[in-house]
């Protein structure tokens, strides 16, 4: 049953405070199940605000990193004690604010108490390692230590689980932060810093601050007091985020989607193929950075495997997210309604062929909401735009290829190299596209969705910066390396 909903304000938190915008203006969140719902409103802030956001985080760096490791930590496991308590709060409020189901919601609010957990026993590990000098008089060893002030900035698509494993590891490693979420999940964002207030960290240690992407955005990556930029997004963003970062000589950490593939050789399981497909492709209303989106199928199984794929996704049904029952939500936003719509029409025109949905579904249940049914493209080319730009919408692409060798050239033939997934039995062919792939995330007989949060995330190419978020891998962007020589 659902719950009855009040649309409530949410300020800025700065310094422990929830304040309004000295802007005194609002930015209202849509549900985009049914556009007449207002889910809550989130502060349009000015310069200002943000000046004092940074502030307040530069002001107390120096209390947090002597603070120790340890009691860090503890406070991490309070936040997330606090988290799972209100799971089924946070996880309506996603629902309603960016459309994705309730279950996938519980899913990702359950893995943010996951990672807050992993990472406050980051608290109790080691800080350096000793290293021998070639003095044995001496005693050598490194430290690490934190950067300082991190700017997080963070997309709707997962409006718990990307700012958790962001802030989890810059705060346990001993850094301040200024959070700026993506409005279309900043209600649910706030219900998650609130979570980290109600645990009791000082003043100044996480600060959260909305608006838009041009003023709080871009005036957190040029601020002069911050140390370090963490950016998940377009394309087009980081690459500025990038280009004012480097101009500042800070530390930059870019993660930007992807074009991910998924090979189905002939040799495959077709019908875990399918399964894996469907989940990875539209699961998530496929806003996801990992989304399945190019299925690359090996021409002597591409007819048998399209007709289960076909059978499949017929059986998707799409409504609310909050209805018991339902598999798909609508888009997060009208913006991306329009981008997938327009994408569609875009693979109609270059020749793709619509085997399968790709309508903006009409009716009593979806006329209020930003709904277009799971789309299945063929004879579809590589140089096409629905086989090279990101969608991020339920579209999948499929793509013919006359033998395993060509079928890697076309899975790697994007600029983007994020994840990849095989469909395989043959050993040889997996160890060959471990080897080939041109992508930071491989999966064998697998979705190309998801990461498991102990381990190192990230792309190649135009899909990131290079290092790597998540696991300990957190480490080496959140931290820098002091090297320490004792003379005795």
Not at 241 to 264: C, H, S, T
Not at 282 to 311: M, N, P
Request: aromatic content about 8%.
């Amino acid at each position: 049953m659902q719950t009855i909903f009040k649309a409530e304000i949410y300020k800025n938190l700065i310094n422990n405070e929830w304040v309004e915008s000295q802007s005194q203006e609002t930015i209202e969140s849509i549900n985009p199940a049914n556009k007449e719902e207002v889910v809550g409103f989130v502060q349009n802030s000015t310069k200002e605000d943000l000046n004092n956001a940074v502030e307040a985080a530069h002001q107390a760096k120096k209390m947090w990193r002597k603070l120790g490791q340890a009691a860090r930590g503890q406070l991490l496991f309070k936040a997330a004690n606090i988290l799972e308590e209100n799971l089924d709060e946070i996880a309506e409020t996603m629902t309603r604010e960016m459309g994705k189901t309730l279950p996938e919601a519980k899913g990702e609010t359950a893995r943010g108490v996951a990672i807050l957990r992993y990472y406050a026993s980051e608290g109790m590990r080691k800080e350096g390692d000793v290293i021998p000098s070639s003095d044995k008089d001496a005693l050598m060893f490194t430290k690490r230590v934190p950067l300082g002030v991190i700017g997080v900035i963070t997309p709707w698509n997962f409006p718990v689980a990307i700012p958790i494993w962001k802030i989890a590891p810059a705060l346990v490693y001993g850094n301040t932060i200024v959070l700026k979420p993506a409005t279309e999940g900043a209600v649910t964002a706030a219900k998650v810093v609130e979570c980290f207030v109600k645990a009791g960290f000082p003043e100044g240690v996480l600060n959260f601050i909305t608006g838009s992407g041009s003023v709080i955005g871009q005036g957190l990556v040029e601020h002069p007091l911050l140390n370090a930029i963490t950016f998940t997004g377009s394309e087009g963003v980081g690459k500025n985020v990038a280009k004012v970062a480097a101009d500042r000589g800070i530390k930059f950490q870019l993660e930007m989607g992807g074009k991910n593939p998924v090979i189905v050789s002939r040799d495959a399981n077709l019908d875990m193929a399918v399964e894996a497909v469907i989940s990875g492709g539209f699961r998530s209303t496929g806003q996801k950075c990992t989304a399945s989106s190019r299925v690359i199928v090996e021409d002597a199984v591409y007819d048998e495997f399209k007709e289960k794929l076909i059978r499949e996704a017929k059986k998707i049904t799409v409504g609310n997210g909050l209805d018991a029952g339902v598999w798909m939500g609508p888009c997060a936003s009208e913006s991306q309604f329009n981008t997938v719509h327009s994408y569609i029409e875009k693979g109609k025109a270059e020749g793709a062929s619509l085997v399968l949905g790709g309508e903006v579904l009409k009716g009593e249940e979806y006329d209020n909401g930003f709904y277009i049914s799971p789309a299945i493209f063929e004879n579809v080319k590589s140089h096409m735009a629905i086989a090279q730009e990101e969608i991020f919408g339920p579209v999948i692409a499929l793509i013919k290829a006359s033998s395993f060798e060509e079928a890697i050239e076309i899975a790697n033939d994007t600029k983007y190299g994020l994840s990849a997934s095989i469909f395989t039995s043959n050993i040889h062919s997996l160890l060959q596209f471990v080897d080939d792939i041109e992508a930071g995330l491989v999966r064998i007989n697998a979705e190309s969705a998801g990461v498991e949060l102990q381990a190192p995330f990230g792309g190649m190419k135009a899909s990131s910066t290079g290092s790597r978020e998540q696991g300990e891998a957190a480490k080496e962007f959140f931290t820098a390396i002091k090297t320490v020589f004792i003379k005795g």
